[in-house]
């Protein structure tokens, strides 16, 4: 039986009116069930900031600052996107859509923006350069982004929405006619993504195409899902061209060092960081690599592993870069020769501790205690010429190492398992379910902490959360809309589209329980209650609103009285749609009795589904109805059964 079963009535009467979106999202307890200590450590750095670095776009979304220091009052796009893929359950799914939805919202050109400021500021170039040729790719990194809500809630709609500006964008990137990869024209003082700021790798370039290639990858699923198969096509074609074209023969790839070059002209050196990026986007797409350059990537990362970092960050070049237009310039990054492009990053350790993976799975350890026992986890860079400098308050500094750590749980194993010990009608002890209905998950290990949804949990669309602090249910793979966890309860709605026996399974922050079988029926009805001294009282209402109660009991509640009509709330009266708000009350026709002692009402003028697993009953009570506490039950022609649950009604 849930708790506080009318505080929910209450809430949901409040919530299923309108969707709450764009406000920010409070800090959340850590991950998971009893995470490890690696996992609680790097968690402790990003969450705070989480709320530090958080504000409000003129649109009403969530923006987070690209530092808490330093760059403070914008957004930057590939930033939000690795803090939101490190730590995505540090994000609600509308929080995740609605900072993608801001920056299309502001494209230009059939551009997108790298960065947008808390005023609606938009910023299309890298921030060392002056002339502004082309804008970054920085504004792409929304199609991981929107990638991540997909994964999230399987909804479609926000690619939808955006596509033709993700379309105009895509076809805007400079790429190579031979090889299809990016390309940046030499000596064009022009940064290709804002990491590289003012780093001028020209000819060829690694990382462009790299993330490109990610872009296409996505794009062609989204493109396929939605119907339009003629650019996903293209999308797939110009993957498999990038693909192609990094090969062992590519000339990008550097046979000596077993590493990739940066690019082909200017910055012709190695590329630490883009190299190590490459052994990852092998891992989300087997086979995008030769398995011999994983191997020739992770062995150079493992043989200079003293040389190339520092402090758990990493080196993006073993070299300072030859070419870059902001040293000592006089403009906006008139930095020293020797410090930014000789600097020090932790953006990339996700990367980086995979490709050492390949080969060593202990320096990929080591590598991830070195981030730990650094003084500073949460700069932006470390500069070259020694001492602390960059920004502090980075979100996307600590969440590289997470992101890996959190991918990785035979290297750093999580807590036990959930265990479902039952599974049962939220009101009452009824083991059979209905789809649509509120449902109770017993069990162990079900989740780390104890809370309900909030505002914040909600996405800004017609859904219903299926995922809190990172525990979601599924039955038979279907997501459920979750309303509250706990280590040894959960309180979900079952949803659309099951039937007969079902598995339930439980997961908490990747760990997930083994499946729990339950039987599901058309019709079970039970009275949302709740308990007052030793009886269970319908959370039932008078038509004024007010609680029907004994006002002995419950202050504030007055007994019915024989000859109105009073409002029953009813689970699992029949199917109704699973995991989105009811905005439009649904009249139920097919048949329903309600018995007050031995005795039926007079009429009942209105059955209806009125908000997400909710079902009213307006009942006109006998007028001859003597007084006294009568139990009260619901049934239907298709339930074969009354409520099992002995609800007293007090009437006076």
Not at 68 to 74: E, K
């Amino acid at each position: 039986m849930i708790v506080d079963r009318f505080g929910r009535l209450a809430l949901f009467l409040s919530l299923c009116a309108a969707s709450p979106a764009g406000t920010l999202h409070p800090m959340l307890p850590t991950t998971g069930g009893a995470p490890n200590a690696t996992l609680l450590t790097l968690t402790g750095y990003i969450r705070p900031m989480i709320t530090a670095n958080a504000f409000l776009y003129p649109d009403g979304d969530t923006g987070w600052e690209a530092a808490s220091q330093g760059y403070t009052g914008f957004s930057a796009a590939m930033d939000t996107e690795f803090a939101m893929e490190g730590c995505p359950d540090c994000f609600t799914p509308g929080q995740i859509r609605g900072v993608a939805d801001t920056y299309v919202s502001y494209a230009s050109g059939g551009n997108i923006p790298g960065a947008v400021n808390l005023a609606g500021g938009r910023f299309f170039y890298g921030g060392c350069e002056t002339t502004h040729y082309t804008p970054t790719l920085d504004g792409l990194a929304v199609i991981p982004i929107y990638w991540l809500y997909y994964q999230m809630t399987s909804n479609l709609s926000a690619f939808a929405a955006s596509k033709s500006v993700l379309l105009s964008a895509v076809n805007n990137v400079m790429l190579d006619g031979a090889t299809g990869l990016v390309t940046v024209p030499n000596a064009m003082p022009y940064t290709v993504w804002g990491f590289h700021d003012g780093v001028a790798m020209t000819g060829l370039n690694l990382q462009g195409s790299l993330f490109y290639y990610g872009y296409m990858r996505i794009m062609a699923f989204f493109l396929t899902a939605t119907g339009d198969a003629a650019n996903a096509a293209i999308m797939t074609t110009r993957a498999n061209k990038i693909q192609a074209n990094l090969s062992a023969s590519s000339s990008l790839w550097n046979a000596t060092d077993g590493m990739f070059y940066a690019a082909t002209l200017q910055d012709k050196q190695d590329d630490i960081l883009g190299s190590a990026y490459a052994v990852w986007l092998n891992s989300q797409y087997p086979g995008f690599l030769a398995s011999a350059q994983a191997t020739d990537i992770g062995n150079y990362l493992n043989t200079n592993y003293s040389t190339i970092t520092l402090n758990g960050y990493v080196r993006q070049s073993p070299a300072d870069w030859s070419y870059y237009f902001g040293v000592s310039s006089g403009g906006p990054c008139g930095y020293p020769a020797g410090d930014y492009d000789d600097a020090w990053w932790s953006v990339g350790n996700s990367w980086v501790a995979y490709a050492l993976l390949q080969v060593s799975a202990s320096k990929a350890e080591q590598f991830v205690i070195d981030f730990l026992n650094t003084p500073t986890p949460t700069l932006e860079w470390i500069g070259g010429l020694g001492g602390a400098h960059g920004n502090t308050g980075n979100l996307e500094s600590p969440a590289g190492t997470l992101g890996f750590v959190s991918s990785q749980p035979a290297l750093y194993p999580a807590t036990a398992e959930p265990v479902i010990s039952g599974v049962q009608d939220a009101e009452s002890a009824r083991t059979s379910i209905v789809p649509g209905e509120w449902v109770a998950i017993y069990g162990q290990n079900l989740a780390g902490i104890t809370r309900t949804w909030t505002a914040s949990d909600f996405d800004g669309t017609n859904n219903l959360p299926t995922s809190l602090s990172g525990v979601s249910v599924r039955f038979n793979g279907i997501p459920a809309a979750i309303y509250y966890i706990s280590p040894n309860l959960l309180d979900v709605q079952a949803p659309s589209g099951i039937s007969g026996d079902t598995p339930v399974t439980v997961s908490d922050n990747g760990a997930v329980s083994a499946p729990f079988v339950v039987t599901v029926v058309p019709s079970a009805p039970s009275l949302f209650y709740y308990v007052a001294g030793s009886d269970f009282y319908p959370a039932a209402t008078h038509a004024d609103g007010t609680l029907i109660g004994d006002p002995a009991l419950t202050p504030g509640s007055s007994n019915a009285s024989p000859g109105e009509t009073i409002v029953l709330y009813v689970n699992g009266l029949a199917a109704s749609p699973g995991g989105i708000i009811i905005s439009t009350p649904e009249e139920y026709s097919m048949g329903v009795a309600v018995t007050i002692g031995a005795t039926s009402p007079t009429a009942i003028p209105y059955a209806g589904l009125v908000a997400a697993g909710e079902y009213q009953i307006n009942v006109t009570l006998p007028g001859t109805l003597a007084p006294g506490k009568y139990p009260i039950a619901v049934s239907t022609p298709q339930s074969g059964v009354v409520t099992p649950l002995q609800v007293i009604l007090p009437v006076q």
